[in-house]
């Protein structure tokens, strides 16, 4: 029986390239976003694929999050795998960050994130069987300046998704956490969103150099592909295991990170940022 994957922010970078990996091993694809009419309109986009279904689902939006879960299961006949994959990173000063801008990210990173899994977690619950991939990121366990708004989401996805770990495994649900590093993607452009108030300018030097040097990095970073094929891998080793780094850069930093004491960590971070 061919199987089926619902894909949150799937219209472009990592969620794009996890839609096409799936589809291209056979499964069915519940590719969701904010605006599917902009993806059917493309001649070569998503929507003329086989085994693919275009949704309209905005993680902040519960009645799309509903409307998307009951619409998957009714062209397919069940879900297997849930990627909960949307989301975006607010960069720059946390003291130069506005209220909405902090709600904001936390809405879609974090709430988003849990209405989508509360959302199919019956379904997954009355098969017995599913599993949940939250994308996270080193940033869910390395932090680095001009990041906290985004740190601090990806913390909370790391730490919500070890404890739901063992509240499903009666159900045999698995839950898996995707830890990407750099990778090239708009994440650096269109997918993140920067604070900018004009009553702090004595973050403006800071933020430009630490800023140049971090979007430098990302323009050397894996492709998507390798974080698609990382999900694929953890969505289909039946496998209890619960964290996936997904580049070289990412299993680096990471093992540096469990490695080295916090001091020298922190001058590691700081002599790479422009600090």
């Known amino acids: 029986m061919t199987k089926t994957v619902l894909i949150t922010g799937a219209s472009s970078g990592i969620g794009r390239a996890t839609a096409l990996y799936f589809q291209k091993q056979g499964w069915n694809v519940a590719a969701t976003m904010r ?7 493309k001649a070569n986009g998503l929507a003329n694929l086989d085994r693919v279904i275009l949704l309209k689902l905005d993680v902040t939006d519960p009645s799309t999050i509903a409307e998307a879960v009951t619409e998957t299961i009714t062209r397919f006949g069940a879900i297997d795998v849930l990627v909960n994959n949307a989301g975006y990173g607010m960069l720059g000063a946390f003291e130069a960050s506005t209220s909405e801008q902090i709600q904001r990210q936390f809405n879609t990173n974090v709430f988003g994130l849990m209405e989508t899994t509360r959302a199919i977690l019956p379904h997954f619950r009355e098969r017995k069987c599913g599993v949940v991939v939250n994308v996270a990121s080193i940033g869910g366990r390395v932090a680095f ?3 906290s708004l985004y740190h601090a ?3 909370a996805i790391e730490g919500f998704s070890e404890s739901l770990q ?3 495994l009666a159900f045999n649900i698995r839950v898996k956490i995707i830890e990407p590093g750099p990778i090239k993607t708009d994440f650096y452009e269109r997918s993140a969103d920067r604070s900018s108030n004009p009553d702090f300018p004595e973050y403006d030097d800071f933020s430009d150099r630490v800023l140049t040097k971090m979007n430098k990095i990302g323009t050397t970073g894996s492709p998507a592909e390798v974080v698609a094929k990382t999900i694929y891998g953890a969505s289909t080793d039946n496998s209890w295991k619960l964290r996936y780094p997904t580049d070289p850069l990412a299993k680096q930093l990471l093992f540096l990170r469990k490695l080295l004491p916090d001091f020298l960590f922190t001058k590691i971070v700081r002599q790479s940022t422009n600090v």
Not at 35 to 41: K, M, Q, T
């Open 35 to 41: 605006s599917p009419d902009r993806e059917i309109s």
């Open 166 to 168: 063992h509240e499903l």
């Open 145 to 147: 300046p001009l990041y």
């Open 153 to 155: 989401t990806k913390w």
